[in-house]
């Protein structure tokens, strides 16, 4: 049923699976013993292992107390931290115990609250009578965690992981070599297929041919060995979706122009670093903001090289001048020519060549006042952006701020590198995580036929 209110006029959803089996990787189909034990035979044909049932979702969020959800990068990197999320549940009737016989969640003599089940967390809201989703969580339950006090309260804090801990959790032995030549998105395709990942996928063809490998060892290791020598990310969404980004998607794809941006400042324009003019329509107002001017990333130096290649070097001198020699060195890539490897220290290069003050951190309310659209809908501003998926990993969007005592506004291009959700049946507070986009921004306005000569950027 939900609970209406929490989001103003969004109704939130906790679920989880309670049925007998838990499903394969990724998928809505629960694996089941279709076939008996003791009976049939493991190289019998007609055995089946998993059963055609869907998944059955029970909605618990009658007890939900609060939740919270961290979902996203390492600052600044295209390393994936597998997502988390808490979910603290009222259990003073002894539902959510395990060993509890008078449990409503329960088959036959056996509990159906189980680790490892599947669980999300979503939310709908209503607009112009119209109703949309959007997803906080997917993945599954680690652990129940149940705790009493003197005056015998009971709450239990379910410990959640995102769904793609299945795939960290999967090591195979070695196939035959194949594969040389394909494209990093294929071979992306072929490790996730190869884990029996199952669910969505969104998977760019990418820019980089790879070497062959017989697929052996940790699943995730390879996904992220191959998004790195392509120069891009792998990850996963809030709803559960497996995404490969390629080399090029942080200037070519939609993303890279910001949609929305944040601002408490009520002028009516906002120019952005593309020449782009933003409304207020498209601001949202935040609480807190924290800026960073530090050189923990700065690399001067990066001395890259492929499996049987040569060494691939790049340096900047004056950085190296102002801030002493800071390598980076690696040579495990499985690019297919030295080239290829030139092409990403490069980049890499460009990126973090220097120091730059930029927005670490940001918290909002979709609850304040002034987040409220133009239409009175409570929030409105920010569901939509959710809602259009525009409010998510690796989105561009920058911030405009005067900081006090300063006469000139601070803009900021950045990418969305993490997003936090903290709710209370009173409160809403979402944080994100940023990393500079300021080069990527400034390579997007200098694509052919779009850049001009006095601003654009022809190299990295």
């Known amino acids: 049923m939900g609970v209406l209110g929490w989001g103003g006029n ?163 032995p070695a196939t035959t070599s194949q594969g040389a ?31 062959a490998t017989t697929l052996e060892g940790n699943a995730l290791s390879e996904l992220q060995l191959t998004a790195d020598s392509e120069g891009g990310a792998i990850y996963w969404g809030p709803d559960g979706a497996a995404y490969f980004d390629g080399y090029n998607a942080q200037i070519e794809k939609g993303r890279t122009t910001p949609q929305f941006f944040f601002s ?9 670093t593309g020449g782009q003019l933003l409304t207020l329509i498209s601001r949202i107002v935040f609480s807190d903001l924290t800026f960073s001017y530090n050189g923990d990333l700065v690399r001067n130096i990066y001395n890259w090289e492929r499996v049987g290649g040569t060494t691939q070097r790049s340096s900047n001198a004056k950085s190296r001048q102002l801030y002493g020699d800071r390598a980076d060195t690696r040579s495990d890539l499985i690019c297919e020519t030295d080239a290829q490897v030139r092409n990403l220290v490069k980049r890499e290069l460009a990126v973090n060549v220097a120091p730059e003050l930029r927005v670490e951190t940001i918290k909002f309310s979709p609850l304040h006042p002034r987040n409220t659209d133009d239409y009175g809908q409570p929030g409105g501003r920010v569901w939509t952006f959710f809602d259009q998926e525009l409010l998510g990993l690796r989105q561009g969007t920058f911030v405009y701020f005067k900081p006090p005592g300063e006469t000139d506004y601070v803009e900021t291009d950045v990418f969305i590198d993490s997003i936090s959700h903290d709710i209370t049946p009173t409160g809403w507070e979402i944080t994100l995580g940023f990393s500079s986009a300021t080069v990527y921004f400034r390579m997007a306005s200098s694509l052919w036929d779009t850049g001009t000569w006095d601003t654009a950027v022809w190299s990295w």
């Open 264 to 272: 408490e400042s009520d002028e009516d324009l906002f120019p952005t």
């Open 10 to 172: 969004v109704t939130v959803y906790v679920e989880a699976d309670f049925s007998e089996a838990t499903g394969p990787i990724g998928s809505s189909v629960p694996t089941t013993v279709d076939t008996l034990w003791d009976t049939d035979f493991w190289d019998d044909p007609t055995a089946t292992w998993e059963s055609t049932e869907t998944l059955s979702w029970t909605d618990i969020t009658e007890w939900v107390q609060g939740i919270s959800t961290n979902h996203g990068f390492s600052r600044q990197t295209t390393r994936f931290n597998c997502s988390t999320a808490t979910v603290r549940l009222v259990n003073t009737d002894g539902r959510f115990s395990p060993s509890n016989v008078n449990s409503p969640y329960r088959l036959g003599d056996s509990t159906t609250i189980g680790v490892l089940r599947p669980f999300r967390i979503r939310a709908e809201w209503v607009s112009f009578g119209v109703t949309k989703s959007f997803s906080l969580f997917t993945g599954v339950i680690q652990s129940w965690n149940l705790a009493y006090d003197y005056n015998r309260n009971a709450i239990v804090n379910v410990e959640l992981l995102g769904i793609e801990s299945q795939i960290a959790s999967f090591d195979q």
């Open 181 to 211: 030549g394909e494209t990093s998105g294929e071979r992306i395709d072929r490790i996730l297929t190869a884990a029996n990942w199952q669910g969505t996928r969104y998977v760019d063809v990418g820019e980089t041919t790879v070497q």
